[in-house]
């Protein structure tokens, strides 16, 4: 029988819900007549809010359920467990794929009452809370196989694996304003040096140099995205730009971050959401990666990944070259400047 409703839990972060957004409109081929409700934490929920194919989005916000517990506040934690039980339970959730694979997710699966409840394989426990596990499957070095694969699993045919997002006018405007009080015309380029894990950065240096190269050879100034705790780096980095690239780490809401990744010129960027964004818009898109390599190859002809593996690469969590991280320094400022350069032609001549 066809499910009502379906939940999708992918609670966080950033570039993986970006990764996952091709279960939306692949479910909704496979199940048309279905409402689709997706559960995320309160700092993504606006990545999803503007989805056409969407129906709803309900919040679980893990903060405020951990600062009750760290406080020792059990009536609070209760509370807040009973109130998302009985929200989840008042949608009437048929079906629940849990594509995160954590304990606490598929705690949320089993919370939601669904008689169905599709998890991925996972190292985690919680598989008892599920009553079905299946592969992940799919082609590793393709952005958003696992959950293609899912999606086949589940009968869905000619299926498209490309990434969406969707920005609000308002953001749109807002960032649109941004750009001007920067003094930054029309066309210019996105980067997103900053992430978590230091194994993943690319070289404050060659971040400034290229954003000196890109100026004299294409004419376009740069802007540096990121969050508060970038902003450091980001004022180093544009204080040696001679002038070529200018900081917004810190300053801009996420959608309005996505709204400037969905109008650049061009994208460059580590492992992390921001430049999994610029795939999702089809903008040029050039991804550094290194310690981690989530994929080789996308669904967008205008996204170009540089990576060179080493005998200990990906490590992931566990680099072992004390801090040197030779993969990232085997990216050169030339090889990166040129893959920019040629993807901004390529998009030239077929835009």
């Not at 999803?48 to 709803?56: A, C, F, K, S, T």
């Not at 921001?274 to 669904?299: D, I, N």
Request: net charge neutral; proline share 6%; with cysteine.
């Amino acid at each position: 029988m066809m499910p009502k409703v379906v939940l999708i839990i992918r609670t966080s972060a950033m570039g993986d819900i970006v990764m996952a957004s091709p279960l939306i409109k692949g479910l909704k081929q496979r199940f048309p007549d279905a409402r689709l409700l997706w559960l995320v934490e309160p700092a993504f929920a606006n990545l999803l809010n503007e989805h056409p194919l969407l129906d709803g989005v309900i919040i679980f916000d893990k903060g405020r359920w951990r600062r009750s517990l760290k406080k020792g506040d059990l009536a609070g934690w209760v509370g807040e467990l009973c109130s998302l039980r009985n929200r989840l339970r008042q949608e009437q959730v048929d079906l629940v794929l849990d594509v995160q694979g954590l304990l606490r997710t598929r705690f949320l699966a089993r919370l939601s009452g669904a008689p169905e409840r599709i998890g991925l394989v996972s190292k985690e426990p919680g598989d008892f809370l599920m009553t079905r596990i299946l592969s992940k499957g799919g082609d590793g070095n393709q952005m958003s196989s696992e959950y293609c694969h899912l999606l086949e699993l589940l009968g869905a045919q000619q299926i498209d694996c490309s990434p969406e997002l969707f920005v609000a006018e308002t953001d749109q405007a807002a960032a649109r304003e941004q750009l001007n009080e920067a003094g930054i015309g029309e066309a210019y380029v996105a980067f997103a040096p900053f992430t978590t894990r230091p194994q993943k950065h690319w070289f404050d240096e060659r971040w400034s140099e290229l954003a000196v190269a890109l100026g004299k050879r294409l004419g376009l100034r740069s802007v540096l995205l990121g969050g508060p705790t970038d902003a450091e780096r980001a004022v180093r980095i544009a204080s040696s730009s001679d002038g070529y690239a200018a900081n917004m780490a810190g300053r801009l809401p996420l959608m309005q971050s996505a709204a400037l990744l969905s109008q650049a010129t061009l994208v460059i960027g580590v492992d992390t959401g921001l430049v999994h964004m610029g795939t999702a818009f089809r903008r040029p898109t050039v991804a550094l990666f290194g310690a981690t390599r989530p994929y080789l190859e996308t669904s967008s002809p205008l996204t170009r990944v540089l990576y060179h593996p080493f005998p200990c690469s990906p490590c992931r969590r566990s680099p072992s070259c004390s801090g040197e991280y030779p993969c990232m320094a085997s990216l050169s400022l030339e090889e990166v400047l040129e893959a920019g350069v040629r993807l901004c032609e390529q998009e030239g001549s077929t835009s």
